[in-house]
């Protein structure tokens, strides 16, 4: 059964500032890989996929994440964060063999961006 | 809109009693699942369709949950005799064959149950 880690409950950071999103995972064989971002009052938003090819993908509102086969992980970055990026971020797995495909969610990381 | 839509946003009922949501998906998308969601947690599977056919289900889904999505479009999840522990968010998500990974989603029914 593949799961999720994310092992930060909130991250804050000034505005400005890069902003990593830690999201480690574990499946069987290859992975799709995806980050999700929810706002109050509002359903998820999908913000990025990795399928296969280049390591780093990059999504929308200049979020990116980097594909680490080796150390399974999928940490979302921003180079520069704003306030309104400030919501619950999640990552999600499905093993590409699993003809579905349900997603596996990870637990969520608060992201708290201070002006 | 065309995004996914559920009704109603909000629901309180008391233990025991039946309820159910219903889900209308992005048009053209012949995928539809539902997840539930808990305060402070991720979202879980419970259920999927493609088209009509329900093709998996959790193990979360009891025997008083079913699920329906009769003519391939909207879907319809049921909960019998509720529990204070069916209390969550209930999320619809949609997407087409070509790219299923990429689910778009409700924004959600809130159950309640006291």
């Known amino acids: 059964a593949q799961s999720v880690a994310q092992p930060e409950d909130q991250v804050n950071v000034a505005e400005g500032n890069p902003l990593t999103v830690k999201c480690t995972y574990s499946v069987s064989g290859n992975p799709y890989l995806f980050w999700y971002v929810q706002y109050p009052n509002r359903g998820l938003q999908f913000l990025l996929k990795?399928?296969?090819?280049?390591?780093l993908v990059k999504g929308s509102y200049g979020f990116e994440a980097e594909f680490n086969k080796s150390q399974t992980s999928f940490h979302l970055k921003k180079p520069s964060a704003l306030v309104s990026d400030s919501a619950l971020y999640f990552c999600?797995?499905?093993?590409?063999?699993?003809?579905?495909?349900?997603?596996?969610f990870g637990g969520g990381t608060r992201v708290l961006v201070k002006p | 809109d065309t995004g996914v839509s559920q009704d109603p946003r909000h629901k309180i009922t008391k233990r025991g009693q039946n309820v159910t949501f219903r889900c209308d998906p992005i048009s053209e998308h012949n995928r539809l699942y539902w997840y539930r969601q808990t305060l402070g947690q991720g979202p879980e599977f419970l259920t999927y369709f493609q088209n009509e056919a329900q093709l998996e289900k959790s193990r979360l889904l009891s025997d008083r949950f079913s699920a329906e999505r009769p003519k391939g479009s909207f879907s319809t999840l049921e909960i019998q005799r509720t529990e204070q522990g069916d209390s969550a968010m209930y999320l619809c998500a949609s997407s087409p064959d070509r790219a299923w990974y990429e689910q778009y989603f409700g924004p959600g029914t809130r159950l309640t149950v006291t």
């Open positions: 999600a797995v499905s093993p590409i063999k699993a003809a579905g495909n349900k997603l596996t």
């Open positions: 990795y399928i296969t090819g280049d390591n």
